[in-house]
DNA sequence: CGTAGTCTTGAGTATCCTCAACGAGGGTGG
DNA sequence: CCACCCTCGTTGAGGATACTCAAGACTACG
């Protein structure tokens, strides 16, 4: 069984932290302000006015779709330097929560960042540049998730993990989202995704230090499905 | 055995015809040229430099990816009304076909395009807001796809179809692409769409009108898997 | 009217899901 | 400090679902 901590009232403070910042942004870094949320907390709620835009700093949260069934189904996962809460209607679709204790997100006031945007050509071109970014980022996905068999599907998340989640210093793939979390993003049972690393661990192409890094060896078994 | 056919040099003529068109892009019909493809013509290649947006205006196309080996699949359906080849870096990842013999698609330069909206607001925010719009339908896009059994998946494929390529005329969705495309769309194999029409069909949840046109009888049944 | 491609249906098999149980880790309270 | 609980992760066995292979019916188009 899952359980969802969805206390409200994150620790929010008024930025002036030197965080390494993309230039367009510097000029509307004063409307900014930064976040902390507790694991499972909600950052935004399915059914909210789509007010602000969103930068993860660091943790990770996920994107989460409530079916009408009362499912859930895992759309994204969002890791440090994403930019998310993106919506042209009104009303969100979607939740996104937390999946690390401590994740830190900052927010900005979308109007605001659109009337600054009028009189400020790079930061407009910024904010298609980084929409067509999330666009592309969203069709690769599709990729992963449209595999075939469970082999193929867990073996092109590692690799799109490990372009986007990598520790440098431990060479290794960060984890963060629990088994469930993958099997529901993957459109597979928990138990199919275990049995899925598994594989690859006695077949040698991934490595375990601990259950949420990995050391990928051999890239290409994880690419293709060789059963 | 499917067939590819991908002759390039389009009929491409310089528009002036007065199609309706969003208000935003007045501004800019100058710099729009249309051009015809036939059935299964390449619109654009992956590994082609982004330097044109697309607005498809008539007709059907899909976008395609190609894997490593070798295989093919379909990451999205383009219908009327559809813009599509907003890209950040300048390299695609996808080509696109028309599916639709007579399919009509106006080309806007890319960079012209930017420059307009560096001077012009409101075209800025069009172009974002239709950046947003796409973001939306590739998530949505997840959440048909991603799910778990043949039957959910057709369901809520014709549902969304139903949403997009109505005709308003006959009462009909149309489903311009094969069932191939459906199959490679969904990841599920071209008998088990077949399956799943026909037992939609014997369960008088939907109806055909030829191979192409359907009517949908019972939504509820489309959307709730009831085995 | 013929051909090629598309669509449907059938039978057998492999894959993945469900149900079940157990081990490991982290946090809390005695 | 240890015991307990809860969640997470892994492994096993059985059954349902979807894929593969195969063949026939239908459509579109020249």
Known sequence: MLSYVNGRAPTRTTSTAPVTQIDPLQGVAHLRSTASYRRGQEIYGAGESAEFWYHLLSGAARKCALLADGRRRIVDFLLPGDFFGFRARHQRNFAVEAIIPGTIVATYPRRRIEVAADTDPALGRWVRET?????????????????????????????????????????????????????????????????????????????????????????????????
Chains 1, 2 share one sequence.
Do not use: W
């Not at 690769?140 to 993990?161: D, P, Q």
């Not at 050391?215 to 690419?223: M, N, S, T, W, Y």
């Open 131 to 227: 929409a067509f970014e999330s666009i592309s980022r969203s069709q690769g996905r599709v990729l992963i998730t449209g595999r075939v068999t469970a082999l193929e599907k867990v073996g092109s998340f590692l690799v799109e993990m490990g372009c986007r989640s990598f520790d440098r210093i431990e060479q290794t793939v960060v984890l963060p989202m629990s088994r469930y979390d993958i099997a529901d993003y993957l459109g597979l049972s928990v138990e199919t995704v275990s049995r899925a690393l598994t594989g690859f661990k006695q077949r040698g192409a991934i490595r375990f230090v601990g259950p949420h890094r990995v050391r990928l060896i051999d890239r290409r078994a994880l690419e293709n499905d060789q059963h």
